[in-house]
């Protein structure tokens, strides 16, 4: 990296998109190696219940490298032997790269103290511990068990989430990284204890003291991002602010985050000391809102002049652009929102409604985005593509 300290907004963008490997050529046919450089390079996919398309954590991986078996994250989450990942709260509740957890162990131990976790389960955690300790046994004894396969506190209460006491036992000891994910099964998460799903080489790592392990977090989260304000730097991996302002100025004296100034951005902001800065980005994408490149709403808006709210939780008739809007990168630009959903039952991919971004001309859209709705019909085996009337001959879906 040369000594520049001031960098457009366009070279921003470009920075950005190529550390999240937005910026390269899609492989003709992925394999596992590829699903491993996303990893490398995000650290982390984000995990989450809406499957109105497709499950959050497998998008990340169709935008970057294309049409993949899903088996391949499969494996690489979850088999015995193959594992790569492992499930914990990285940016919410996220598989993670293996060789990472013990980074992640400091939150851990916070957790155990009733630290940066939610309150309710915070307070659970202390009124219960003989309960929670009972729940432990248990699965030492016959797991891998879900909270519906306890012989104890097994039915929900309709308090709190309306999760059981043993839901409560069993997430309380996964933020205490007592138990933790062997599988899945369907959606519902399948615990463990982490010797029986670990391998040993991770588990006998060394621990990293806090505040390293702190600094490792924020040195992964500038190489994903490329180029980042202090908030977005915290954001990645949801360190506490705190935590951030002590370890930002330590890689700051190290050289290991380097301070500049972007175009139109108010206030410091930090740059991966080996960042890429492409001269030009051809990319082609339609991401999810738990996508690395959206996560952070207010970086998102900086970037790509795109402000973006997911409307899940929005009344339909409060909804500006849809239920499940993903935004659709072309070139070096977020160009539009689509609304999508998969009708698994009758094999057809519906587009309920392509909103483009102002001044983005239709006619200039339509053909890359038909591509890849076509490469994603594909990708999740829809015969089938159901658009707006006014885009479907421009797409020619």
């Known amino acids: 990296m040369n ?91 996220s598989l993670i790269r293996l060789d990472l957890q013990p980074f992640f162990r400091w939150r851990m131990d916070r957790a155990k103290r009733g630290e940066g976790i939610y309150g309710g389960l915070a307070r659970f955690g202390d009124e219960q511990r003989a309960f929670i300790e009972e729940v432990r046994r248990e699965i030492a004894a016959r797991g891998p068990l879900g909270a519906g396969d306890l012989s104890i506190g097994g039915k929900g209460q309709g308090s709190w989430w309306g999760w059981s006491d043993g839901k409560r036992a069993l997430e309380w000891l996964f933020w205490a990284g007592l138990v933790t994910t062997a599988t899945r099964r369907g959606f519902e998460r399948i615990y463990d204890l982490p010797e029986r799903v670990l391998p040993a080489e991770i588990l006998n790592a060394p621990t990293p003291d806090e505040d390293e392990a702190q600094r490792e977090l924020l040195r992964l989260s500038i190489r994903a991002l490329g180029i980042a304000s202090e908030r977005c730097l915290r954001d990645y991996f949801r360190l506490e602010p705190q935590d951030a302002k002590a370890r930002i100025p330590e890689l700051v004296d190290a050289g290991e985050l380097v301070p500049v100034t972007v175009e139109g951005w108010n206030g410091t ?52 652009f849809g239920y499940y809007c993903l935004p659709f990168v072309l070139g070096e630009r977020i160009v539009a929102r689509v609304d999508l959903k998969a009708d698994r039952s009758a094999g057809n991919l519906i587009v309920h409604s392509i909103h483009p971004e102002a ?39």
């Not at 899609?26 to 190696?33: D, E, L």
């Not at 980005?281 to 790509?304: C, G, H, K, M, Y």
């Not at 085996?381 to 885009?391: M, Y």
């Open 3 to 93: 000594a520049r300290t001031k960098f457009s907004l366009a070279q921003a963008r470009r920075i950005a998109l190529a550390a999240q490997g937005l910026h390269e050529n899609r492989p003709a046919s992925a394999t596992r190696r590829h699903v491993s450089r996303v990893l490398q390079r995000s650290h982390l996919l984000q995990i989450d219940s809406v499957n109105v398309l497709v499950r959050a954590h497998y998008m990340p991986l169709f935008s970057r490298i294309g049409s993949y078996d899903r088996n391949l994250l499969e494996k690489t989450a979850y088999h015995r032997k193959k594992r790569e990942t492992f499930e914990y709260w990285g940016h919410e509740a």
């Open 359 to 397: 001044g983005m001309p239709p006619e200039e859209i339509a053909p890359a985005l038909g591509d890849e709705l076509r490469l994603m019909a594909e990708w999740l085996n829809l015969g089938s593509i159901t658009a707006p009337k006014e885009w479907r001959t421009r797409m020619g879906v």
């Open 269 to 320: 902001v930090y740059l991966d000391p080996q960042a890429k800065i492409p001269r030009r980005v051809e990319a082609r994408a339609l991401v999810s809102p738990f996508d690395p490149i959206v996560w952070e709403r207010t970086r998102t808006e900086r970037l790509f002049d795109f402000r973006y709210r997911i409307e899940i939780y929005t009344p339909a008739e409060k909804r500006e």
